[in-house]
């Protein structure tokens, strides 16, 4: 036998070990595979290359005529499982295998099939019945779609998948409802068949369906998201809407509102040489309309023209996910030119001169709200991305953006000239009339714009030679690609150098040494950085209103900070703002004090020192019970970091913060109490506590603090817990976690501060006013999220306390201040949740 070559018996034991394997699956989905088995023998049987003849389809199909003038009352349900070509049936396996196969295993066999075939009868039943009012009043779409046969699996796949959304967790709950109904209606809108109507109508009817198969539990209404999840859910909107005219594009037969561009794809491109003879402006029909704009389409560039800006609206879906502020502004920004140039072009803002629809017919009303969807679509996506924009904190230079916006405005105003210029050069040649200075100035602003909005205008020439040809399909293309490769770089660059060296020099100090145990907390975005002249050393703050919030004390170096406070404090009153010294250690009190400022205790630091970790003895009986229950139980702890996840790991840590961010009342906090995304960052690790079957019980992350280039303490900042894993899972963690650290040689483990609240004991003066305000914010808190309740848990380990001050200069600033805490740590609190907040305190 060939060394390297796998033996006859190898072969076979190989198949039947995938044979067992495929055995084990299928009992698992039993459904599934019956589902996709019925899809593929009906696509032999019928011809899977091109669909079912005319007559099978007839037969099988559903629709207005098969439904309601042949009473083909099986028809909802046989058009589910018959496609119409090759690609649809290689994707509906797909999709079914993936999509009803999770679906099976979240409601099981017989619930999965209710809603297979339920949801689409519904959804067909209740379109057809739009189709049957619609028609009998003279609608227009419900007419020319009278004599469509449909057949669409993805009707009882979107139904399926809908109704399993109640079954699933928050994270996958949120995420199937919002993409399959953003995907089902950019399939209306863009294509406009029957099917996509019948379609939308059986997801919202697997949306009502869900509660009904699981009425224990609310899964009906909206939960409150992170923000890591909005940016999941905005990109993916955004980029879905994207590619919108794509389907348009491949959709057989255009019906949709947003369908037009489809239709400079349908017909031969005219002979521009007689055109603009028979197509005057005077003298203008509905077939000269489609001949100028196929000709102004007649080419390479004028597709890029209509394709590139949607290509930037991919570009800013990436930045989007990412958090970035910059890439929002840009969606907003294709999508408010979109609302505009549609409102223009299509006669609804004043000025736009003559409007598409002038005289009030039969198909009037049609018509208008037709073209306003093309209005209102990209604007509600703009207001929705401004109104959301709290949540996409990861601001980019101001260098940067100038930079951008310098290219661009360069990049658009040279291209024009250069049109305007050789155009005039070769007026003679170029196009199909001698044009002057005028009429090239008239028409430079449609060099840019997508050809779908110029389909109802006249124009006054077109190119006739290779020359007007570049100039006139040139310059758009050329616009558009440096809008869009100008924006790569802001959107993708590390916002450490994006925020200059200030960020990376901060980094360094912290990296070298000095500072406390909550300074890596001066690494998260939404801080900025002010570095001493004098002593080397930086303070990070952020400035809300008229405060400067610190992030801590200063770092950088170990000698005392008293010149630094001072010279800082200096630094913002130059600026207008307060100075504010947040979660300091208390050894900088006598620092303020002499200053005259007013210090406070708002937390206490819990640390504990790895090479003393030791958990015998009566006091250590909780964490004790708490490791021998997880071992018992087959979990184990894992020390890593985020990058070197599995996805499938980090999708579970995902879908835990999400459960942990839906059951609060109030929006995920901020400031120093780090989120999913500060998990990203390389020198962050993770504990992670993993049952046998790699089920993530719980987590937590621990930032590290250095000196001279090595870490020598971790701070507890990230903790979540999965709901319903056993009880102790946190401590079994910390346990561990000091364990691995006392086998390392670390010096401390801090388990953080829990904001507002500590231990030191009743002062005996009277408490101040800023007193009664953070002891006021501290009890209407405690109720969500706990602070309290997380100190009284950290005093298991048996830590050192070490108080964490606030330090201020002026009491009469003391309303301003507390209104920045507040903003600091609840940035996106609407007026609505502050209401409720004072009345939960009450």
């Known amino acids: 036998m060939t060394e390297g070559v796998p033996s006859t018996a190898q072969w076979f034991g190989q198949l039947r070990a995938a044979t067992m394997a495929l055995g084990r699956v299928m009992r698992a989905r039993p459904f599934t595979f019956g589902v996709a088995t019925l899809v593929f023998v009906a696509a032999l049987v019928t011809g899977p290359i091109i669909g079912p003849h005319r007559s099978a389809r007839a037969l099988v199909g559903t629709g207005f005529e098969p439904l309601v003038e042949q009473g083909h009352w099986w028809s909802p349900v046989t058009a589910v499982l018959f496609t119409n070509n090759l690609v649809e049936l290689v994707v509906t396996l797909i999709l079914v295998v993936v999509l009803i196969g999770a679906a099976e295993g979240l409601m099981g066999f017989w619930r999965t099939a209710l809603a297979f075939v339920a949801t689409p009868v519904i959804g067909t039943v209740l379109g057809v019945g739009i189709q049957v009012f619609g028609n009998r009043g003279g609608e227009m779409w419900s007419r020319n779609v009278v004599e469509l046969v449909t057949l669409d699996p993805l009707t009882a796949i979107g139904g399926t998948i809908m109704t399993a959304s109640g079954f699933a967790s928050v994270l996958w709950r949120r995420r199937i409802r919002v993409l399959t109904l953003v995907v089902c209606l950019v399939f209306l809108l863009y294509s406009g068949q029957p099917s996509d109507m019948y379609r939308l109508l059986a997801v919202i009817a697997g949306l009502g369906l869900g509660p009904l198969l699981r009425p224990a539990k609310r899964v009906l209404g909206w939960v409150r998201s992170s923000h890591h999840e909005i940016r999941v859910l905005m990109a993916s909107v955004v980029a879905l809407t994207a590619v919108g005219p794509v389907v348009a594009l491949l959709s057989a037969s255009r019906y949709g509102p947003l369908a037009p561009i489809g239709l400079l794809f349908t017909y031969d491109v005219p002979n521009p040489g007689d055109l603009l003879d028979r197509c005057q402006v005077f003298n203008l029909t509905r077939t000269c309309l489609r001949d100028i704009t196929l000709e102004r389409i007649n080419g390479v560039g004028p597709i890029l023209v209509s394709v590139i800006p949607l290509l930037v609206l991919l570009v800013a879906a990436y930045g989007l996910l990412r958090g970035r502020r910059f890439a929002l502004w840009i969606a907003v920004a294709v999508n408010g030119m979109l609302a505009v140039l549609a409102a223009y072009f299509f006669g609804f803002l004043p000025v736009a001169g003559e409007p598409y629809v002038v005289r009030p017919t039969a198909r009037y009303w049609e018509i208008v709200v037709s073209l306003a ?360 963690l910390i346990a561990e976690s000091a364990t691995r650290m006392r086998e390392q040689g670390v010096e401390f483990m801090s388990l953080s501060a829990a904001p507002l609240a500590h231990t030191a004991a009743e002062r005996e003066d009277e408490p101040t006013a800023m007193d009664r305000v953070l002891g006021y914010l501290s009890s209407s808190l405690e109720p969500v999220y706990g602070f309290r309740s997380l100190l009284k848990f950290k005093r298991k380990f048996q830590p050192e306390f070490r108080p964490l001050i606030m330090a201020y200069p002026d009491p009469v600033t003391l309303p301003l201040i507390g209104a920045a805490l507040v903003r600091a740590y609840l940035p996106g609190i609407s007026v609505r949740q502050a209401a409720n907040l004072v009345r939960g305190r009450r």
């Open 373 to 732: 969807v093309s209005v209102a679509l990209p604007l509600v996506i703009a207001i929705l991305l401004i109104v959301m924009r709290r949540h996409f904190p990861v601001l980019t230079s101001a260098r940067r953006v100038r930079q951008y916006i310098v290219t661009i405005v360069v990049a658009g105003l040279g291209l024009a000239l250069v049109y305007v210029v050789v155009g005039f050069l070769f007026r003679e040649t170029a196009f199909t009339r001698p044009v002057d200075v005028a009429t090239l100035f008239s028409s430079v602003s449609e060099r840019f714009i997508p050809v779908a909005f110029l389909r109802h205008q006249s124009a006054n020439f077109l190119p006739a030679s290779p020359v007007g040809m570049l100039l006139y399909h040139g310059v758009g293309p050329v616009f558009w690609a440096v809008v869009i490769l100008a924006a790569i770089r802001p959107i993708i660059e590390n916002p450490s150098k994006e925020r200059g060296s200030g960020a990376a020099r901060a980094r360094a100090l912290l990296t070298r040494g000095g500072g406390d145990a909550l300074a890596f907390m001066t690494t998260w975005a939404g801080n900025s950085y002010w570095f001493d002249p004098v002593g080397g050393a930086a303070v990070a703050y952020r400035v809300v209103g008229r405060v400067a919030l610190t992030t801590g004390g200063p770092f950088g170096t170990p000698v005392s900070y008293d010149g630094t406070i001072e010279r800082f404090a200096r630094y913002c009153d130059d600026n207008g703002w307060v100075p504010v010294f947040y979660s300091v250690a208390y050894t900088l009190a006598p620092d303020f004090e002499s200053m005259g400022w007013t210090t406070m205790v708002v937390a206490e630091e819990t640390v504990v020192r790895p090479q003393k970790w030791n958990t015998s003895g009566k006091k250590w009986q909780d964490v004790r019970t708490s490791v021998n229950r997880a071992e018992r139980a087959g979990i184990r702890a894992v020390w890593t970091s985020y990058g070197a996840l599995p996805l499938g790991i980090a999708s579970q840590i995902s879908e835990i913060s999400e459960q942990w961010v839906a059951e609060k009342d109030l929006p995920e906090m901020g400031f120093t109490l780090g989120s999913l995304d500060e998990l990203h960052d390389p020198a962050v690790r993770l504990m992670l506590a993993l049952d046998a079957d790699g089920w993530v019980q719980g987590v937590t992350s621990w930032l590290p603090s250095y000196r001279n280039g090595a870490v020598v303490g971790w701070t507890l900042d990230f903790m979540r817990r999965r709901p319903g894993s056993i009880n102790g899972v946190m401590e079994f």
